[in-house]
């Protein structure tokens, strides 16, 4: 099976996360790419997909295309006119509405930001980022609390940030996510005990999955949106309402080392078996296989 996956606009992560799996589960040879050829003043494709370069196939050799909210109506439009194919919409983006003439041309319809009891269309499936596979390892554990990320891409970040700062613990603010070199981020981040994760633009931020894969424990806001096999709480991943209780649960499980790393290992565990890369393009080529 020849797979299309198109993308608008890279750093689109959630088309970047299917992208990888895709290309490790079938192969290189049978996923074409067509990255950024409506948007060229972007960069050509997100960290998360060095490596692995865009090429320009024509639609007749696709038989599924995989599409992100970003790419035009008509290009959709066009490949099923000319192969009768199959299409998924991969939305990744940070609202929670559908575009609805994507959605009418969609076999299936993926979004990330899926509201908790909104009753979208029969199309629409739920689909979070996934971890991208990358060997992290550390010596030592010798950072306490984490957090790393733009800091007001959300007013939720700002009150964690400040308690964070105010108890001495690890922060790393920037400007623009573009501005975290991410190998050193992963190798600070590997040597966390626990990483703080709160919501972005979107509810659904890739720290919620690169933490638990670097092995820290993951202490994250709880989200608003339905995530299909989330981490079982308190076993894989530990959730909080505000910036007080996330102080007493660190606090709570600094004090508490075994049953820390039992769920930093559980999570990470999770992360492996249920929410890497190629688990979620096999959910959305499951999706178009019947």
């Not at 950024?36 to 960290?47: K, L, V």
């Not at 995989?66 to 439009?77: E, G, N, Q, T």
């Not at 894989?236 to 769920?263: G, N, Y």
Request: positive net charge.
């Amino acid at each position: 099976m020849i797979v299309g996956i198109a993308s608008g606009g890279s750093p689109d992560y959630l088309i970047d996360v299917v992208a990888d799996g895709a290309i490790r589960l079938l192969g290189r040879e049978n996923v074409h790419l067509r990255y950024n050829r409506w948007r060229p003043t972007y960069p050509i494709i997100s960290q998360l997909m060095q490596g692995f370069c865009p090429d320009d196939h024509l639609l007749q050799d696709c038989r599924v295309l995989i599409a992100s909210r970003r790419v035009p109506v008509s290009y959709v439009a066009l490949f099923k006119k000319l192969t009768g194919g199959k299409v998924a919409v991969v939305d990744g983006e940070d609202f929670s509405n559908i575009h609805p003439r994507l959605y009418e041309l969609a076999d299936i319809y993926f979004l990330r930001e899926f509201l908790k009891d909104v009753p979208y269309g029969s199309k629409v499936r739920p689909l979070s980022f996934g971890a991208i596979p990358e060997k992290v390892g550390c010596r030592s554990r010798d950072i306490a609390v984490m957090f790393g990320g733009t800091e007001h891409s959300s007013p939720d970040r700002k009150p964690v940030v400040e308690i964070l700062r105010g108890v001495g613990w690890t922060t790393w603010e920037t400007a623009s996510p573009r501005a975290i070199d991410h190998e050193r981020y992963m190798r600070r981040l590997a040597r966390a005990r626990i990483g703080v994760s709160v919501r972005g633009a979107g509810w659904d931020t890739y720290r919620y999955w690169e933490t638990p894969l670097a092995g820290a424990m993951l202490l994250s806001q709880r989200l608003g949106i339905l995530v299909e096999d989330d981490f079982v709480e308190d076993k894989e991943a530990v959730f909080f309402d505000t910036p007080k209780e996330m102080l007493a649960k660190a606090v709570q499980l600094l004090l508490d080392e075994p049953h820390r790393a039992a769920i930093a290992a559980a999570g990470r565990q999770a992360v492996l078996t249920r929410h890497l890369s190629i688990h979620r393009a096999a959910r959305v080529l499951d999706s178009l296989s019947g």
